[in-house]
T-cell receptor, first 112, second 116 residues
Framework: KAGVTQTPRYLIKTRGQQVTLSCSPISGHRSVSWYQQTPGQGLQFLFEYFSETQRNKGNFPGRFSGRQFSNSRSEMNVSTLELGDSALYLC???????????FGPGTRLTVL | AQKVTQAQTEISVVEKEDVTLDCVYETRDTTYYLFWYKQPPSGELVFLIRRNSFDEQNEISGRYSWNFQKSTSSFNFTITASQVVDSAVYFCALSEASGNTGKLIFGQGTTLQVKP
């Protein structure tokens, strides 16, 4: 079974721009969660989607948004990028909300 | 409040030594799940083990073993006869059954360096 895939793997953007990251979950997994990893704050939960509905959201500003499609693929969008948004963004999928989450390789975003 | 604490920031051992990574958690839920993940330099988080709050049976899997103690809210992880390939950052994580769907709460991670 193919694992979680994330595209692109690397991104360089400038302040004020927006960015869209994509995540394809493991086949059959309907829950997709997103995390931000930075050296200072560690791994922090962004949001979780299940059957195209956002069910949970972490403590991030409204510039961070996401969506999930009918095939369970998910995208997250960050608008008006700030330097502090530079991070590794990890996507994870699971069959259900309390099931084990399996992670993708991440997208490393650099904001200049 | 939910919290995971990994007090060890970095551990350095010589190959073949045993090493234990500590994890202490806080939660008000009676049903919760605990995980260990490994993050090698490539960046991908690799799932190692999951335990639910009703299963305190400790387990050994090859060179890995886990010690879950509800009385002390600890979920420690031991690597026996460490190898250079074990070098990575190890994360302990907590998931609660109620109210926090799809959310893992991570500790700050422990960087393990295994020297040849």
């Amino acid at each position: 079974k193919a694992g979680v895939t994330q595209t692109p793997r690397y991104l360089i953007k400038t302040r004020g721009q927006q960015v869209t990251l994509s995540c394809s979950p493991i086949s059959g997994h309907r829950s997709v969660s997103w995390y931000q990893q930075t050296p200072g704050q560690g791994l922090q939960f962004l949001f979780e989607y299940f059957s195209e509905t956002q069910r949970n959201k972490g403590n991030f500003p409204g510039r961070f948004s996401g969506r999930q499609f009918s095939n369970s693929r998910s995208e997250m969008n960050v608008s008006t990028l700030e330097l502090g948004d530079s991070a590794l963004y990890l996507c994870a999928s699971s069959r259900a909300d309390t099931d084990t989450q399996y992670f993708g390789p991440g997208t490393r975003l650099t904001v200049l | 409040a939910q919290k995971v604490t990994q007090a060890q920031t970095e551990i350095s051992v010589v190959e073949k030594e045993d090493v234990t990574l500590d994890c202490v958690y806080e939660t008000r839920d009676t049903t919760y799940y605990l995980f260990w993940y490994k993050q090698p330099p490539s960046g991908e988080l690799v799932f190692l083990i999951r335990r639910n709050s009703f299963d305190e049976q400790n387990e050994i899997s090859g060179r890995y073993s886990w010690n879950f103690q509800k009385s002390t809210s600890s979920f420690n992880f031991t690597i026996t006869a460490s190898q250079v390939v074990d070098s990575a950052v190890y994360f302990c994580a907590l998931s609660e059954a109620s109210g926090n769907t799809g959310k893992l709460i991570f500790g700050q991670g422990t960087t393990l360096q295994v020297k040849p």
